[in-house]
Nanobody
Framework: QVQLQESGPGLMKPSQTLSLTCTVS??????????WTWIRQPPGKGLEWVGA???????YYSPSLKSRTSISRDTSKNQFSLQLNSVTPEDTAVYYC????????????????WGQGTQVTVSS
């Protein structure tokens, strides 16, 4: 069973840089075919895919957030992180980290796991 736990600042001011970390247990972040993803849900809206880092260390970003987003990993701590620059109130959301194991042949999900989510509020 893969378990994920987000950690982050909670309350931020506009123009600051958001840094979130996801600590993973039950699987190595370098285990084959895992995609480690950040997803957010603004209040009253649906889920928004932010970006991902693969088991090989390749990064993918949402086009709408790419200019402000960086995802990295620390294999020694089995963690991956999200950095979002120049936050605005529109970045207020619950941020989730997600682990998705992808079939390399069909590119379909073989099952995913979610963290409990962490609320990030951007307000002056």
């Amino acid at each position: 069973q893969v378990q994920l736990q987000e950690s982050g600042p909670g309350l931020m001011k506009p123009s600051q840089t958001l840094s979130l970390t996801c600590t993973v247990s039950g699987a190595s972040i370098t285990a084959n075919n895992y995609y480690w993803t950040w997803i957010r849900q603004p209040p009253g809206k649906g889920l928004e895919w932010v970006g991902a880092i693969t088991y090989e260390g390749n990064m993918y970003y949402s086009p709408s957030l790419k200019s402000r987003t960086s995802i990295s990993r620390d294999t020694s701590k089995n963690q991956f992180s999200l950095q979002l620059n120049s936050v605005t109130p529109e970045d207020t959301a619950v941020y989730y980290c997600n682990a998705d194991r992808v079939n390399p042949i069909t590119a379909t999900s073989m099952g995913d796991y979610w963290g409990q989510g962490t609320q990030v509020t951007v307000s002056s």
